[in-house]
């Protein structure tokens, strides 16, 4: 098997090869302001965007407008992720034909995203992406040629449509609006600027682009081929590229759960790692710390996504990490920070000694968390054989008479315990007696004492020396180490991210430094021009200078150069979402892959038959390939998860119970350890109903519904809520609740309340504070409607969108299937979460002589993966409370500590030897430290969490 072959064949099946409807007429979105020959919005099109030199451009319209501009602004405020709100120019308008057909047209031959701020009774215009062409000229130098020497001048108009298939066009000018010119009967061109929403739909041919890599040379050594080959993918390049540092670089920048470790491990080596997880497990965190892992290792690393805000979203998660700075190549906002950060100072090289000093600093921190460890480890290692000597205190005498000189001062424990192992091998039995001669000497033990009872001897001495140690210093207390422990951490995680940030630039040489420079102009130019700029500078100095690159999958083919295995890493994100056509370019430019995504959420939309499956595997010759090349059926993460096993992330750091509990039910098979089960939000009641009389008119539009949405949304924009997502089941409704909205709401209301509405498709990957559910459904729906909205994938993103409340408005009295169940869940209010009796007899009497007392403890209170031993306190004063050392060891013991402080708990310890083993005292000393704290004194501060870049806090209960 070929990879040329599984080009092709991806080539054929390529979802762009089929008809993709194109938007004609961009006025019908949100309507059209025209703006004619307006000064600021052509400087606004034509700037180079070079912070901070460049200001926003401030325009004065008309009064008479005002209404129609905020209408658009509130439109781009509703999908803000989108930036759909765009200047045009030159709009070609009128008939034409299209496809063979006569249709009416009203399109901007450039056009550019912009963010509308007011500003008193003005606005400004705000960059918020590249200019383009379009309708886009098919030969790309010409492309480039065309948005580089951008003109007012009719000459660069016909030049643009001539380019474009267009010849002939009349050229009106700035006085004529092209609203008026889309009913007419000539094709014509308005010289002016508009200012509208939406981008037409153009589809790029990924077909031919594949069958193009196909023929190149050097296919066979890229993640492409990783993914796809049965037999077990090598390339001594990649095993020797990047020395390691030598040492375990995990934790690093940011902090990991361990399953999130776990990934981030594997993707050290595998050719193909595939992580998985629910919503809120932090795969985005994850991704991150894979690629800033392997930039420590002297790696580059590509990350892509299929869309441009989950490109944002990972490009702010590295550069909040810390670390190098990400390459943002494609059409994002954030490019221009980065190439403001490129341009101001990162094109040269790191001072002299600054790796050094920073590499000491790193492995400073680094030994400072292991110090505090072992102190950690030694600490509980003494509680444990404390309690072993006050269980086996009676038998002390007979031990101390067995062996009396180990229970002396300065006894080597660690060499006892050596020397009474037995020897195995050459001579095993000489030696294993000469080994127990020593024993005896140093423990003062007789000739014909059994090798048993001097071992029981030794343990007792040791247990019996650390009795000594632990009451000098009052019982065992880790408070003070705990609060170490959080300070090293941060520090170290500050250290890593210091290093890895001048890591990079120490690496520049000449040439690296030329590429570094000619970037940040890239950067700040038009697409076209990026594209042909990137192609001149050398790739690997780029990628040595510059270890990280961020941008849609789109984007990778379109900009970066077609050089294979150009990246040591490729890391794609969504990839559930993600069909195989499109990930092929960047899984071409890698040499290894990880493919992060969740199964249970909704697939991608592919218009390819099973006959054309069929067809294009048989004439390739991909037969054996079939089940996974079956592109309708088989997302990027299932070829993944084909090829290598899918590292799952268990624990859930977005939503109280009460939210997510239902889909870690049924679409999750409880496969999700909750971090957010504080007794401050475990049993919030975070869902409500409300039951309207609505029905659907012949659209599918509920306007009842829409009614008590707007209601809604009015109340908790006025409470202060500031993150609001509207989400239906269906495109009618979305549509109906926008208008509406438009209508009806100020743009002061939609941006304080920070709303946002579509379908549920439509915002899989977004999340919010709180959510509106307008199900639309009546009981006189038709059986396809219920079964549409009952569809698992749909349901699963539906019911986990929000962070801290659902609304759910429903006409429906008689729901059926996973709504019904849903409903259901939402009216049953939640209660609080249960524990499990505790294994050790000093935690259970502790909790009965609480209990006494009325402090209402829990024992064996989940936390994700882990069992806190003792819960004392109520909501907000709950405290979590270490009353042994975990049974698992002191990795086990530290691990539990770093997630309930991520989690936001207040951690204390009643180990039994502070207290002399007396549970009544223990009791009674806890209660007034574990008293709550007077108003202001004691609040859960923000804390990174491996789940998140940064924690948004704990849910207020409801």
């Known amino acids: 098997m070929t990879v040329p072959a599984v080009l092709r064949t991806l080539a054929r099946l390529s979802a762009s090869e089929q008809p993709q409807r194109v938007r004609l007429d961009l006025t019908r979105t949100a309507g059209l302001v025209w703006l004619g020959a307006d000064e600021a919005a052509w400087r606004t099109l034509t700037t180079d965007v070079e912070p901070p030199a460049w200001t926003p451009a401030p325009w004065t319209p008309h009064p008479g407008r005002r209404g129609a501009i905020d209408r658009l602004a509130s439109f781009d405020a509703l999908h803000q992720e989108d930036r759909l709100l765009r200047l045009g120019w030159a709009f070609l308008c009128g008939p034409t034909a299209v496809d063979g057909r006569r249709r009416r047209v009203c399109l901007p031959l450039v056009s550019r995203p912009v963010r509308l701020r007011p500003v008193g009774r003005s606005y400004a215009f705000h960059v918020a992406g590249d200019v383009a062409v379009f309708p886009l000229p098919a030969d790309r130098s010409k492309a480039a040629e065309l948005e580089t020497r951008l003109d007012r001048g009719e000459e660069w108009i016909a030049a643009t449509l001539a380019a474009s298939g267009f010849a002939d066009v009349p050229v009106l000018g700035p ?54 080959s049965s037999a077990l993918y090598s390339s001594a390049e990649d095993a020797t590229a990047g020395d390691s540092t030598g040492e375990d670089v995990v934790p690093g920048a940011v902090p990991l759960s361990p399953s999130q470790r776990a990934a981030v491990v594997a993707a050290r080596t595998a050719p193909v790692t595939v992580v998985g997880g629910p919503p809120g497990s932090g795969k985005t965190h994850a991704v991150a710390a894979i690629a800033l892992d392997a930039v420590a290792s002297g790696r580059s ?125 050459v001579f095993g039995g000489l030696r294993t007696r000469w080994a127990l001669r020593t024993a005896r000497r140093l423990t003062g033990a007789a000739d014909d004492v059994d090798v048993p009872d001097l ?239 609505g029905v659907r008119d012949d659209k599918g539009v509920n306007a009842v519904e829409v009614d008590a949405v707007l209601a809604h949304l009015r109340r908790r924009i006025a409470a202060g809520v500031r993150s609001i997502g509207v989400v239906t089941p269906f495109r009618a409704q979305a549509d109906a609740v926008e208008q509406a909205l438009l209508d009806r709401l100020s743009l002061d209301e939609i941006t304080t309340g920070g709303v946002r509405v579509g379908t549920v498709h439509g915002v899989q990957g977004s999340e919010f504070d709180e959510v509106v559910i307008s199900l639309a459904l009546t009981d006189a729906d038709p059986p396809a409607a219920w079964r549409f909205a009952n569809d698992p994938t749909l349901l699963a993103v539906l019911t986990t969108r929000a962070r801290r409340l659902v609304h759910v ?77 975990h049974p698992d060891g002191t990795a086990a013991h530290l691990a539990r500590w770093r997630a309930l402080r991520g989690a936001g708990w207040r951690v204390h310890d009643a180990f039994p030897s502070r207290f002399g083993h007396d549970p009544a005292r223990a009791a009674v000393e806890l209660a007034q430290e574990l008293a709550p704290r007077p108003a202001g004194s004691a609040v859960v501060t923000p804390v990174v969490t491996p789940g998140r870049a940064a924690s948004p806090g704990r849910p207020e209960p409801t």
Not at 187 to 216: D, Y
Not at 342 to 361: F, I, M, P, Q, Y
Request: charged content about 25%; glycine content about 8%; proline content about 5%.
């Open 809 to 885: 408005i429903t006409s429906a009295a008689r729901p059926v299937g996973l709504v019904a169940d849903y409903l259901r869940h939402a009216e049953v209010p939640p209660t609080g979460t249960g524990g499990v009796a505790p294994s050790d007899e000093w935690t259970t009497r502790l909790a009965a002589e609480l209990a006494a007392l009325g402090l209402a403890p829990r024992t064996g209170y989940p936390v994700g993966r882990w069992r806190v031993d003792l819960v004392v306190g109520d909501r907000a004063s709950a405290v979590a409370v270490d009353t042994r050392p």
């Open 175 to 228: 006085e004529h609006d092209p609203r008026t010119l889309i009913g007419g009967d000539e094709l014509v061109v308005v010289a002016g600027a508009g200012l509208h929403a939406g981008e037409p739909v153009v589809g790029t041919e990924r077909g031919a682009a594949l069958r193009t890599w196909a023929r190149r040379s050097g296919v066979e050594a890229t993640a492409l081929a990783a993914l796809y």
């Open 455 to 693: 071992e029981a001897a030794v343990r007792a001495a040791e247990q019996s020396a650390a009795q000594i140690r632990v009451a000098a210093n009052g019982g065992t207390s880790l408070e003070a180490l705990r609060g170490l422990l959080a300070e090293e951490d941060a520090r170290g995680h500050a250290a890593v991210a210091a290093w890895l940030a001048v890591l990079a630039v120490s690496r520049r040489g000449a040439g690296p430094r030329r590429a570094v420079a000619a970037l940040a102009t890239a950067l700040r130019s038009g697409r076209a021009a990026r594209r042909r700029a990137l192609t001149d500078v050398s790739t690997e100095h780029l990628v040595q200078a510059l270890p990280l690159w961020v941008g849609t999958l789109a984007d990778v083919e379109d900009i970066l150069p077609a050089v294979p295995g150009m990246f040591d890493l490729v890391v794609v994100d969504e990839a559930s979402h993600v069909d195989q056509p499109l990930a092929a370019p960047a899984l071409l430019r890698g040499r290894r892959v990880v493919i992060a995504g969740d199964p249970r959420q909704l697939r991608h939309v592919s218009f390819v038959g099973e006959q054309a499956v069929r067809e294009a595997v048989t004439a390739e010759g991909t037969v054996a390939l079939a089940d996974r090349l079956d592109v309708p059926k088989v997302s990027l993460f299932d070829a993944g998860a084909a090829a290598a096993n899918v590292h799952w992330l268990t624990e859930h750091h977005r939503c109280p119970p009460h939210l997510i509990g239902f889909a870690a039910t049924r679409f999750y098979e409880d496969r999700i350890s909750l971090l957010t089960t504080h007794p401050s939000i475990a049993d919030a009641d975070c869902i409500d109903v409300e039951h309207v009389e």
């Open 301 to 425: 690393v590509l990350l892509a996504s299929r869309t441009r805000n989950a490109a944002d979203v990972l490009g702010e998660a590295l550069r909040r990490a810390g670390g190098p700075v990400p390459v943002l190549f494609g059409d994002s906002e954030l490019r221009h920070k980065v190439a403001q950060e490129l341009s101001t100072g990162l094109a040269a090289t790191s001072a002299k000694g600054e790796v050094d000093r920073l590499d000491r600093n790193r492995r400073g921190a680094v030994a400072a968390v292991a110090r505090v460890e072992r102190a950690v480890g030694a600490a509980l290692r003494d509680e444990e054989l404390v309690e072993a000597a006050v269980r086996f205190e009676a038998l002390m005498p007979a031990h101390r008479a067995v062996a009396p000189l180990a229970f002396g001062d300065g006894v080597d424990f660690e060499r006892l315990h050596g020397v009474l192992r037995p020897r195995h091998g």
